[in-house]
C-alpha cells in the first residue's frame, strides 16, 4: 500500500465507528503512520484513545492541506459534523464520502463547487476485510485520487469504479443492503431446518457456514454461479426438488429479490432526495 502522499500530507477521519474504525485499521497495517493521521470524533473508543497516546491526532487542530478527508459519519449527523471540515473545501484536499444516501452534490453545496469529491458505498463485511466499495467521482477529481481512494478502500476489501452516481442507488439495494438479504436468508435456512426436526443450534450452523462456504467457493471458482448451481443438482434429486421451488418465476426466489431490490434503491432515491 503506497501512502507516502498521506503519510507526508495527512489523513482527516471524520468518525471513527464500526466501519471508520475497520479502515483505520487496514490503514495502519499497511504503513499509514499515527502521527499523519487527524481522527475527529466526540465519542472515541478505547482503542482510538490508546492509538492518540502513541502519536494520533484526536480531536485536536486539522493541517491546512491534507491529501484526504475521509467522511465516515451517519448521515443524520451530517449536518452537524461535516461544517468542521469545511476550511478545506476549495482546494486539493480530496473529500472520500462513506456516508450512505448524501449525494456528491451535496457535498459540492457544503465544500465549495471546486472540490474534488469522490463517494463510495462500501458494505459490512469491510469489518473483517471482505466488503466491496463503489465509487464514483465529480470532475474535479483526477485519476491519481481516485487511485488513492481506491488504496485507502483496498485495505477492507475489493473496489470497483462506477459509471455515473445514477448507479449508486442499484449499488446500495445490491452490496450495501445486501448483507442484511444473506443474513435473514441463514435464518430462513436455520429455521426451516429446525422444521425438519434438527436442533436450533445445529439447524444455525449448518445454515452459517454453508452460505459462508457457498459464497467463498463461488467468488474463488472458475464457473459463474449458475453453472456452480448446476454442478450440484443431481436430476430429480433433493437439490433439484428444493430448487424447483425455489426458481420459480411467479412465487421464487428471482421475483421476491427483484422486488426486495427495487424497493431498497427506491428508497435509496428518496433519501438523497431524487438526486
Given amino acids: 500500500m503506497n501512502l507516502d502522499k498521506v503519510n507526508e500530507q495527512g489523513l482527516v477521519l471524520l468518525g471513527c465507528g464500526k466501519m471508520g474504525s475497520a479502515m483505520l485499521a487496514g ?15 466526540p465519542q472515541p473508543s478505547d482503542w482510538v484513545q490508546g492509538l492518540a497516546r502513541e502519536g494520533l491526532h484526536l480531536n485536536r ?29 476549495g482546494g486539493e484536499t480530496v473529500f472520500l464520502s ?12 457544503a465544500l465549495g463547487e471546486t472540490t474534488p469529491i469522490i463517494r463510495a458505498m462500501p458494505n459490512t463485511p469491510a469489518a473483517v476485510g471482505h466488503g466491496i466499495t463503489a465509487i464514483i467521482g465529480n470532475g474535479r477529481v483526477d485519476e491519481p485520487a481516485m487511485q488513492l481512494a481506491e488504496t485507502l478502500l483496498g485495505a477492507v476489501g475489493e473496489t470497483v469504479r462506477l459509471d455515473s452516481e445514477a448507479q449508486m442507488d442499484a449499488v446500495t439495494a445490491l452490496s450495501g443492503s445486501g448483507p442484511a438479504y ?11 431446518g429446525e422444521a425438519e426436526g434438527l436442533p436450533a443450534d445445529l439447524a444455525l450452523r449448518l445454515a452459517l457456514v454453508t452460505v459462508a462456504g457457498a459464497g467463498d467457493l463461488a467468488e474463488k471458482a472458475d464457473e459463474g454461479p449458475d453453472q456452480l448451481r448446476v454442478n450440484v443438482t443431481s436430476p430429480g434429486g433433493t437439490t433439484a426438488a428444493a430448487l424447483e421451488i425455489l426458481m420459480d418465476e411467479q412465487d421464487g426466489l428471482p421475483p421476491l429479490m427483484r422486488r426486495a431490490v427495487a424497493a431498497a434503491a427506491a428508497r435509496s432515491r428518496e433519501l438523497a432526495g431524487g438526486k
Fill in 98 to 109: 462513506i456516508a450512505a444516501g448524501t449525494p456528491i452534490a451535496a457535498f459540492e453545496h
Fill in 61 to 89: 487542530e486539522l493541517p491546512p492541506s491534507p491529501a484526504i478527508a475521509v467522511v465516515a459519519v451517519k448521515p443524520q449527523t451530517m449536518g452537524d459534523a461535516l461544517p468542521q471540515l469545511q476550511a478545506l473545501g
Fill in 27 to 41: 490503514w495502519l497495517t499497511g504503513g499509514l503512520k499515527r502521527e499523519s493521521v487527524y481522527v475527529i470524533d
Fill in 182 to 192: 444473506v443474513f435473514h436468508m441463514i435464518e430462513c435456512m436455520a429455521r426451516a
